[in-house]
């Protein structure tokens, strides 16, 4: 039976420690104390790691790497931030009932939203909204394209086709792949699941929310080998989220000739 003098010394030590956490939280730059606290107090289950051997979305193979999205097709969506114009583009949903989901896609390094909606085009018809915004620069940068910059993308995306807030999902190819796990991952930005095409995980504590997580990744990927995606699998795993990491026999790098097919995989993974 535990005495009152040790329940008490518990609580004055647990009381300390958030203080203490709370302290160092708040200088700038310090130590991320709340997420130790938090992984200190609440110890999280790894999540359910898949492993899929997907040889059937390989495709044919290439004679030329060249690809350029149409131009006219996707408008831009303009707006101001902080004094900066910014873009995206956006597909709204087609037959959707009710409130439509809506899917954020984020660009490849020297890439627009433009090459993203195209490979996507296909899931409006689904009843899906589709929006892509553009990156501050040529590779995407958590800080002027984290989660404050999208959640204004969303608030305008909003006035084109109201959606369902609940029901946001993350998409990425390569660098934008990257994007996307930083912000499920190392962010509270609110998305249901994640969907990538080769990434890694960027260094950081983790928030340890639960998000579904599909990676898909090819076995000759020399941008971003198989070992290290495996490795990012496994560390989003660690965070406590499920994770399938698809792999694709005889399939690089190149997202443009199987776009449209890693597109249908992803959705059918947000909808399930």
């Known amino acids: 039976m535990v005495s009152g003098g040790l329940k008490a010394l518990v609580k ?28 200190a107090l609440w110890p999280v289950e790894p999540g359910v790691l898949t492993v899929e051997m997907r040889p059937d979305l390989a495709g044919p193979v290439l004679k030329s790497y060249d690809y350029v999205p149409p131009k006219n097709r996707f408008p831009p969506h303009r707006f101001e931030i902080g004094g900066e114009v910014r873009q995206f583009y956006a597909l709204p949903a087609r037959g959707a009932e009710g409130l439509p989901p809506l899917v954020i ?12 909606l195209d490979m996507w085009a296909n899931i409006a018809a689904k009843g899906v909204f589709l929006v892509a915004p553009d990156a501050s620069g040529a590779q995407w940068n958590t800080g002027t394209d984290g989660p404050d910059f999208l959640a204004d993308v969303l608030d305008e995306a909003a006035a084109i086709q109201p959606f ?7 998409y990425g190819h390569s660098a934008g792949a990257n994007m996307a796990l930083y912000l499920g991952n190392c962010t509270d930005f609110p998305v249901r699941a994640v969907a990538v095409h080769a990434g890694v995980l960027p260094d950081c504590p983790g928030t340890a ?19 290290a995606v495996e490795r990012a699998a496994q560390q989003i795993s660690a965070l406590g989220s499920p994770v399938t990491l698809r792999v694709i026999p005889g399939h690089d790098h190149w ?3 199987i776009g449209p097919a890693l597109a249908d995989e992803a959705w059918a993974f947000f909808a399930r």
């Open 105 to 116: 896609l984020l660009h490849g390094a020297g890439r627009d939203g433009r090459a993203m």
């Open 12 to 39: 004055r030590t647990l009381a300390l420690l958030i203080l203490a956490a709370l302290v160092v939280q708040m200088r700038p730059g310090g130590w991320d104390a709340m997420a130790w606290l938090r992984s």
């Open 209 to 227: 929310a639960w998000r579904p997580q599909l990676i898909q990744i090819g076995d000759r990927d020399e941008s971003f080998p198989l070992v």
């Open 164 to 170: 369902d807030r609940n029901r946001v999902y993350l």
């Open 255 to 257: 997202f443009y000739n």
